[in-house]
């Protein structure tokens, strides 16, 4: 598969709204790399992957990187970011070089880049993501192992949406539990639930290219008797019943499938939705409530929010 690598340079008051404008066009994972320290490597980074002339320059700020898939939406995608990246500054966020520069980069040069980057990241009690290359091994007899393989997946399985989603898993799910994971992605949401007892679970994608890598992650983790991922949107014509449907998918399309949520969960079933901004929270509490749900549990980190819902009896 073709990667594109978005590189942004600009300030460090600008990386956390951009980071989430690259979150947002889909990229799983940011890497924040210094200017300064960037110099340091001037002829390898400058000359082979900005193309561009070191003297254009300035030795300060920050370049954030983000990787995209190659497909038919990526010109689009694109076009979105920087949109976006230029109505920051009608927040009055000093964006300073606001470069936006795009190359192709293949298989192996990205995986390289990010490994660079990428190590075990314990995200929650009992969970650990570790990428397929490390040799890692497991620091207590009830830590579970996800292993990822971002040279084939959309996720490091990182972001502060995942985590509070695998968090609340972790938490909410009940051995031999079905469940529904709607937006899988690179699958690590399956593989989670599938690990921590759960008895079926059913992973959703849009995307054909999220199936099937979320189809081998599931494999590599040896889940496959449980987890199961098809092509589908949202919830539609899907039946269950579940006892937890997870989500970590934008507000805007949360709010797109409560009703279908309520209709496929058991009656005091969990409902957990991620990738929430805090500027759609209350929007999301709202239709929670309409829809037949009572908050259980609100979590927050950085600037997003997960929240946990319970269907009503
Ligand atoms: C933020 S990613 C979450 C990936 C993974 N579940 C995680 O937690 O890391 C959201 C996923 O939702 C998928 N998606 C977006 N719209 C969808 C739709 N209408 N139906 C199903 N999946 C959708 C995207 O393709 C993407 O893989």
């Known amino acids: 598969m073709k990667w594109s690598e978005i590189s942004i340079h600009t300030t460090q008051e ?17 890497v924040i ?12 980074v ?10 254009d320059y300035p030795a300060e700020g920050v370049i954030l990187k983000a990787y995209l898939p190659v497909n038919s939406f990526l010109g689009e995608t694109v076009e979105e970011i920087k949109q976006a990246v230029n109505n920051l500054i009608t927040f009055d966020i000093d964006l300073g070089a606001n470069m936006v520069s795009i190359s192709e980069v293949n298989e192996e040069e990205w995986a390289t880049a ?11 009690e ?17 830590e579970l192992i996800i292993e990822l393989d971002p040279g ?20 909410y799910l009940k051995t031999e539990d079905k469940v529904a994971d709607v937006g899988t992605g690179s699958g690590v949401l399956s593989i989670a639930a599938a690990l921590l007892g759960a008895s079926s679970v059913d992973a959703f994608d849009l995307d ?6 979320a189809r081998l992650n599931i494999k590599l983790n040896k889940v496959q008797q449980t987890a199961h991922a098809k092509q589908n949107d949202l919830l539609k014509g899907v039946e269950g019943p579940y006892d937890v449907v997870v989500a970590n998918i934008l507000a ?49 980190m950085e600037d997003w929010v997960a929240i946990i819902s319970r269907k009503n009896s």
Do not use: C
Request: proline share 5%; glycine share 8%.
């Open 14 to 30: 600008a990386v956390e709204p951009v980071s989430n404008i690259l979150h947002e066009a889909g990229a799983s994972g940011v």
């Open 33 to 44: 790399e210094d200017v300064a320290d960037l110099m340091k490597e001037r002829n390898s």
């Open 46 to 55: 400058f000359g082979e992957i900005y193309h561009l002339n070191p003297n």
């Open 114 to 124: 990010w490994k660079k980057y990428y190590k075990p990241v314990k995200v929650s």
């Open 126 to 142: 009992k969970i650990t993501i570790t990428p397929t290359w490390e040799d890692y091994s497991p620091v207590s007899s009830d």
């Open 152 to 171: 084939m997946a959309f996720g490091t399985g990182t972001h502060p949406t995942t985590v509070m989603s695998l968090q609340a898993l972790e938490k």
């Open 208 to 213: 054909e290219v999220a199936v099937n890598s």
């Open 252 to 300: 805007e399309i949360i709010l797109r499938f409560t009703d279908d949520a309520a209709n496929v969960l058991k009656p005091g079933g969990y409902f957990i939705t991620s990738g929430i901004i805090q500027g759609k929270k209350q929007d999301v509490k709202d239709d929670m409530a309409r829809a037949g749900f009572t908050i259980v549990e609100v979590l927050e």
